[in-house]
């Protein structure tokens, strides 16, 4: 009999075994974490969080990568930085590298003749012979002068210059002053603007981006000698991750010793230890299967959160090693605890019913997480468990001091007014609480060190780089009535940037002017034998040699024929993709969204077109922001992080109202499986209450509560559950009432110990999460043994 | 091009006979090293492939100390360039001032490299820029340094500068740009005797033979 049992165990085992590995690799081959922010976020409800959503995340500012070369003599840096463009530009990952380089070729020949359509010269002045000589006077001059060698190439093409005005106008406006032919900066280090290709708020994709980056640059002969030091929003969200995920696993591992410690202690049995952890790895497998059936990808915060949440389930293999009686089987032990554990795992489940209904992808992907987590592990805890889990084993119940713990507790004062005294202290912290209630800048629970903070701010200042938060949206039905929009209010910024409003602003049109200006200028091009005239008159008496000029004349020529340059023409030119970043279409258009996105309602048959500008230096925003009024709206500032801060304030909001439902159903289900209402108040009141007390205790500590916040407390609720509907419970027995006790204590030690190690973290959002559930816990065993109605029935049951 | 030093008037010290292929075969540069401030009057011609007749301006050559380097042009149109640590400015009158860096100009940079090392007695700093050549004249009386480019980036632009000098300093300096546009600046007294029809011929005739 023992053997067949034993061999009935080992088999049950292997097939559980099995079958948790068989999930394991379906869940590894399918799963696809997503780490773009937009598909955790909720649908944008703002024109501006729409945009934000759809392009800001992969907007012109947030891909770019502020690159500097040092440890070395800039002639060598010089060199590096060299190499390191050349080897950028040749990797898709990258849709633009500028490191001060002088290419007069930053048209490819094709597009040169489009230099007259592009260049401002014809706004002012006409291809006659007065302009004409004028030039060429300057041109000799020129010659003569220093600069002399830098000009005879080009010359005879263009002896107007227009491409080197072009190179002026399209450099950035405040770059680093050029040696050795690169950005060198005051202290000496080369610098380099890399875009990347890849959102900002996308760290899987940036991280990519960055090894690519860093895997060039260790390509580089001679690269040993020098450093290279990264920034921007890109390289900023790939540290955060690294620095949570590092901080994270080191405080995992203290943690699961001091749990594994604990549990044998508790249990005196490593293999009650071992099989324990299976419910818990069942019900993440559960979970993570059923998240990749249903969704193509899940988004790394949802993981995060639902991994949080699902710490509730640890407690159910917790529960039947405690409540294990002597003289009973591990089975009968598991049907006396059944109903119980039943009620906890149903009113859980049904809560989260409600985050499925709130619409959100991000709370739906963690509702069918957590449900279907929890469900694995509760159903592999009464089914399975009890049959791989040895027949001997120590009745808790015996555990020294458990009994004297029991009385002391049993001893302690209950006096009817705790729940008034914790309502009025609750309401007084609350009302008097000091800052601001909601934390809605999700960047503050992942700071960046000072450091990075302060080398990002002079390397952005030496290379005039764009600002992050601040961004002009320009609206028209068109692309081309983008950039006449764009024309439009040129002068208006250019006004603004000498009043100081601002240092700088990057316009599409500077790179590509509208048709109309392009054929305004076309027109006034000469006709050949006009040019040919004027030429001759001009140059009357200069010593340039005869027919010097004929590829000018050739390119005049040309332009004048030349259909009107269009964004998708230009965008096969080194600036084209440029201006691409700065031109988004709107509706209509599938590939503007990822997938896994929240499906926006676009009315598809309406496209329209956004231009992105980037601001340098903005001083005076509300200066900028009048320039909405001025334009009938259609050129508008947008604040980034106003933006992103709204879109989570909404995602809160969803949240709570997600969480007012799951407590109504709460309520419902927890009433109906105690037949009473009594009984009912006595779980869900000291659950309610110590829930308000971690929040006005950690609002009075100053805390400004985050998401993270509410999904640690919504974890604290579900184990203060537990706690309540254990204490709750009438058995009448001494022994189960220990039991139960043990029970509650280990669950309520191993929570402490891993979510009180949390709490020490250096990292806001793990700290975040610690104190709270760690605080949560503390509270509500302290208030749902205050407030068990049953102590006296209990005591007389024992005398 | 331009630029081009050293006052001949502080020149007059005899020089020694010039060793060519002995490891201090550059010893004659060093005596030709002078204190900042120092100023020359120069003339220039540039021939280029562009021009039916070379370009000529004149002014003063002005050498500050360090890589500090001032050409004034007054003839025929006033025109200032400064060089002051790889930034050049230039200035010409009602033109406005224009900046560039010295670096987006390899064959000026190497001007300003052979100048001022020769001004300074910086020998070693000639010889990591260029492999120079001494060649002196058969009378004992004249010398020519060429220096050509070491690095194949420089050569790219630049062919080689030409000094050429007698026992009382620097008469003249001739850089040839790799697509054959020649600079040709008299320095000092010489600056005075520019042709009124500058030739490659005539400007070398003047520059190799002292009178």
């Known amino acids: 009999m023992p053997n067949s049992s034993l061999r009935a165990r080992v088999a049950l085992l292997s097939v559980w ?39 800001i995340g992969s907007g012109p500012g947030s891909r770019l990568l502020l690159v500097a070369l040092g440890g070395a003599q800039p002639e060598k840096l010089a060199d590096l930085s060299r190499g390191l463009a050349d080897a950028l530009k040749q990797d898709a990952r990258f849709s633009q590298v500028v490191n001060g380089d002088f290419r007069p070729d930053s048209l490819p020949s094709s597009l040169l003749p489009y230099r007259y359509l592009l260049s401002p010269t014809l706004d002012t002045h006409r291809l006659d012979a007065a302009y004409l000589h004028d030039q060429l006077q300057q041109r000799l001059e020129d010659l003569a002068s220093p600069a002399g060698g830098l000009l005879e190439t080009w010359l005879p093409r263009d002896p107007t210059l227009e491409v080197l005005k072009l190179a002026q106008r399209w450099s950035p406006p405040h770059a680093p002053t050029v040696r050795d032919g690169v950005w060198i900066d005051k202290q000496g280090e080369a610098l380099l603007l890399v875009q990347t290709r890849a959102a900002g708020f996308d760290p899987g994709a940036q991280q990519e981006a960055i090894a690519a980056l860093r895997k060039a640059f260790d390509g580089l002969p001679g690269h040993e000698a020098a450093t290279l030091t990264l920034s921007g929003p890109g390289y900023f969200s790939v540290v955060i991750n690294k620095q949570t995920r590092h901080q994270a696993d080191w ?21 009650a ?21 249903f969704y193509p990808q899940v988004h790394g915060i949802t993981l995060a959160f639902g991994f949080t949440l699902l710490g509730v389930a640890q407690e159910y293999p917790i529960r039947l090693l405690s409540h294990r009686r002597g003289g009973a089987s591990n089975l009968q032990s598991v049907r006396g605890l059944w109903p119980l554990l039943m009620t906890a795992i149903a009113s859980a489940c049904i809560a989260y019913l ?29 089914y399975a468990l009890p049959r791989v889990l040895p027949q001997r084993f120590v009745d808790v119940a015996d555990t020294p001091g458990l009994a004297r713990f029991r009385r002391f507790l049993d001893n302690l004062p209950r006096p009817r007014w705790i729940p008034v005294l914790v309502t009025a202290g609750v309401a007084v912290m609350l009302i008097f609480a000091p800052g601001t209630f909601w934390q809605n800048n999700l960047a503050k629970l992942t700071p960046l060190p000072a450091k990075l903070l302060k080398t990002d701010a002079r390397l952005r200042a030496a290379l005039g780089a764009p600002d992050v938060r601040y961004l002009l949206v320009l609206d028209a039905p068109t692309a081309d009535g983008v950039l006449a929009l764009s024309e439009q209010v040129r002068p208006k910024l250019d006004a603004l940037v000498k009043q100081g409003a601002l240092d700088g602003v ?28 004027a030429l001759k008159q001009a140059t009357a008496g200069m010593p340039f040699r005869e027919d010097v000029f004929a590829p000018f004349v050739r390119d005049v020529d040309k332009a004048r024929a030349l259909p009107l340059l269009t964004p998708a023409m230009f965008e096969r030119s080194p600036l084209g ?16 969204r990822g997938q896994g996105a929240s499906g926006t309602p676009v009315t598809a048959s309406s496209t329209s077109w956004v231009g992105l500008a980037t601001l340098s230096g903005v001083h005076d925003p509300a200066a900028l922001a009048a320039l909405s009024a001025q334009t009938d709206g259609k050129v508008r500032l947008l604040d980034i992080k106003q933006a992103s801060e709204s879109l989570v304030a909404a995602y809160r909001s969803r949240i709570l109202k997600a969480l007012g439902v799951a407590i109504l159903l709460l309520i419902v289900t927890v009433s109906v499986a105690l037949r009473s209402l009594r009984r009912a108040w006595h779980v869900l009141g000291p659950m309610t209450l110590a829930t308000f007390l971690v929040l006005a205790v950690e609002r009075m500590a100053g805390i400004e509560i985050s998401l993270f916040h509410l999904v640690a407390l919504i974890l604290a609720a579900g184990l203060g559950l537990h706690y309540a509907l254990f204490f709750e419970r009438e058995t009448g027995d001494p022994a189960e009432q220990r039991r139960t006790l043990h029970a509650t204590v280990v669950c309520v030690l191993s929570a402490l110990l891993v979510f009180g190690m949390l709490a020490w973290s250096s990292i806001p959002v793990l700290r975040a999460i610690g104190l709270t559930v760690s605080l949560g816990v503390a509270f509500h065993f302290c208030l749902s043994i205050l407030m068990a109605p049953h102590a006296e029935s209990d005591r007389a049951a024992e005398e | ?54 370009l000529v301006v004149s002014g003063q050559l002005s050498w500050e100390g360090g890589d500090r380097l001032q050409r004034h042009v007054d003839s025929p149109y006033v025109e200032t360039t400064r060089i002051v640590d790889g930034e050049v400015s230039m200035h010409r009158a009602g033109r406005g001032t224009r900046h560039f860096s010295l670096d987006r100009a390899p064959p000026l940079k190497a001007l300003l490299d052979s100048l001022v090392a020769v001004l300074s007695g910086d020998r070693a700093r000639l010889s990591k820029v260029f492999t120079p050549r001494l060649d002196e004249d058969g009378g004992g009386q004249g010398w020519t340094l060429t220096l050509k480019p070491k690095s194949p980036r420089l050569a790219r632009s630049l062919a080689h500068i030409r000094l050429d000098g007698d026992d009382r300093g620097l008469r003249c300096m001739l850089i040839t740009e790799a697509n054959g546009t020649l600079s040709v600046d008299l320095l000092g007294p010489l600056a005075a005797r520019m042709p009124t029809q500058p030739t490659r011929a005539n400007l070398t005739a003047l520059c190799r033979h002292a009178e």
């Not at chain 1, 990057?506 to 040019?531: C, G, I, N, T, W």
């Open chain 1, 251 to 271: 405080i995992g591992y203290i943690s699961t010793i001091g749990f594994i410690l604990l549990l044998l202690l508790a249990y005196r049995s490593p293999s």
């Open chain 1, 577 to 592: 993709q440029r201006l691409a970043s700065m031109l988004v279409r709107r509706g209509g258009n599938p590939q503007v």
């Open chain 1, 354 to 382: 409600a985050f499925y209904a709130s619409g959100v992808p991000g709370l739906q992907q963690l509702a069918v997480f957590t449900i279907c987590g929890l469900l694995g592990a509760g159903l592999t805890t009464r």
């Open chain 1, 506 to 533: 990057e316009l599409p049109s500077r790179y590509l002017p509208p048709r109309a200006v392009q054929r305004a200028r076309q027109r006034k091009l000469p006709d050949h034998d006009a040019l040919v005239a």
């Open chain 1, 17 to 55: 075994l099995l079958v948790l590995a068989l999930l394991g690799l379906y869940v590894m081959r399918t799963l696809r974490v997503s780490t773009d922010l937009r598909s955790f976020m909720p649908p944008p409800a703002t024109a501006d969080q729409r945009l934000l959503m759809d392009q």
């Open chain 2, 1 to 54: 091009m331009m630029l081009a030093l050293a006052s001949a008037a502080t020149w007059a010290r005899a020089p020694e006979t010039a060793v060519v292929d002995k490891p201090d075969a550059l010893a004659p540069i060093a005596k030709l090293a002078q204190q900042p401030p120092t100023q020359v009057a120069f003339a220039e011609a540039r021939f280029s492939a562009l021009l039916s007749r070379p």
């Open chain 1, 273 to 293: 230890l071992v099989l324990g952890a299976l419910p818990i790895a069942s019900g993440a497998l559960a979970g993570l299967a059923a998240l990749v059936t």
